[in-house]
């Protein structure tokens, strides 16, 4: 029988749950350490429902900060005099960008990601590396017969990275904490010249965009969630005949205090790395980046619901965290260095969560997407692409710094202010139109 669902009703996707139970809660396990995983309406383009993308860049007709670069270099302006260079986290990066985590899944442990952190380091912008690296894949030394996956990434970056510029950012979650992982790379001497030139960050992670309020989920075969269901939730969410199991780990529990803590126990025991904090998209993200902030974070990170994952369910992907464009309208004003990431892949996009607060945007889906396409210069390539949007951009705005951007510069064409918060310097109330 057909037809029953009423006009608009998924009746395809309820005879799907019908026929696979739970197994329909997540994407194909095959899939897994395949690919990146985000909404399945991307957010990219016209159209969209990303309010981001949305926003119009306005520029003025008088532009008095033209007139001032005109009078210094003694003669016109043009869009290649506009400075990029950024302080990102108390790391000094040749462009507004960096290289978002990628964890410890194939595209992140894999050839992809050694490639990826090459281009970075050439690029001379910071590169964070994610969660359960070493809980998956093990820490081995520069002595042992093998390196350990993340020691790779970090050698492949160091030997491409100017003098000075860029720098790595380890991410520790609740299951990294249990390894060590930031105690192990202080003391390894593989780790000493990020130490020695300060560019080293260890970045703790409570949460991601495309997940929030959950922990970690990998999918692993039959034999090796036997294995680990002694330390871990392992499940049979793909049906029990298959060889697919999903492992869960607790997201960790925070508070403010719980955070301050974590923060002054970061700066006490590791006082030559920068701290990091990356929040998921909550709907208290302003007072967790004060929080953070005022507790002495360098650097908060706030992942959109428009970002990827290695591994989520559909619901989550599609219907939990607020976009990034909200996140950083709740936020206002930072108080500190704040990056920003979710669906940066061209240049618009970034210039407008710089406009509204952002230091630095983070590649992620389409930094994997381009080294998949030239694990050589595929990166390389698309970063050159958004650095000459940005200057252009920047330059038609009549600046000639990002760091000179602002609201001002947007014009949201559905009403959506660029900085609307009560108490904003600019003086725009809640649902206001600039």
């Not at 949007?389 to 330059?395: A, G, K």
Request: charged fraction near 25%; include cysteine; glycine fraction near 12%.
């Amino acid at each position: 029988m057909t037809g029953l669902g009423a006009p608009g009703f998924p009746e395809e996707a309820v005879r799907a749950r019908a026929r696979r139970g739970t197994a329909e809660v997540f994407p194909d396990p095959a899939a897994y350490g395949t690919r990146l995983f985000g909404p399945r309406e991307e957010p990219y383009g016209s159209g969209s429902g990303d309010a981001l993308d949305r926003a119009r860049v306005v520029p003025p007709v008088f532009m008095p900060e033209r007139l001032e670069k005109l009078i210094d270099l003694a003669r016109e302006p043009e869009f290649t005099d506009v400075d990029l260079t950024t302080r990102t986290g108390g790391l000094t990066a040749r462009l507004p960008l960096y290289l978002s985590a990628f964890g410890s899944t194939r595209a992140g442990s894999g050839d992809l990601a050694v490639h990826a952190s090459r281009q970075a380091g050439r690029l001379g912008i910071p590169m964070v590396i994610g969660e359960n690296m070493i809980p998956v894949h093990g820490y081995r030394r520069a002595g042992d017969a093998t390196r350990s996956a993340l020691l790779t990434r970090v050698e492949a970056y160091l030997d491409a990275a100017p003098d000075g510029v860029g720098g790595i950012v380890v991410q520790q979650s609740t299951e990294d904490a249990d390894s060590e992982v930031w105690n192990l790379l202080y003391s390894d001497p593989a780790v000493r010249p990020l130490l020695e030139t300060g560019r080293l960050a260890f970045e703790l992670k409570t949460g991601q965009g495309a997940k929030p309020g959950l922990g970690g989920m990998t999918v692993v075969d039959r034999a090796e969630g036997e294995r680990l269901a002694r330390r871990f939730t392992v499940t049979e969410a793909f049906g029990p005949d298959g060889d697919h199991r999903l492992r869960c780990a607790t997201p960790g529990t925070f508070t403010d205090e719980i955070l301050r803590q974590q923060l002054r126990f970061m700066r006490n025991n590791f006082p030559r790395a920068r701290t990091w904090v990356k929040f998921h998209p909550g709907r208290d993200i302003a007072h967790a980046a004060r929080t953070a902030w005022d507790a002495g974070a360098d650097a908060v990170t706030v992942d959109g619901a428009e970002g990827g994952t290695g591994w989520a369910p559909g619901v989550f992907l599609d219907q939990v965290g607020l976009p990034l464009a909200e996140c950083l309208r709740r936020i206002g004003p930072p108080a500190g260095c704040l990056l920003a990431s979710g669906g940066m892949w061209e240049g618009g996009r970034v210039l407008r969560a710089l406009a509204l607060g952002a230091t630095a945007a983070g590649l992620g889906r389409a930094a994997l997407v381009a080294v998949d396409e030239d694990p050589e210069h595929g990166l390389e390539r698309l970063v050159e692409s958004i650095a000459l949007e940005l200057r252009l951009l920047v330059s038609a705005l009549g600046k000639y710094a990002v760091t000179a951007l602002g609201p001002e510069d947007l014009w949201w064409p559905d009403g959506h202010p660029a900085a609307p918060y009560p108490g904003h310097p600019a003086g725009l109330p809640a649902g206001a139109t600039p």
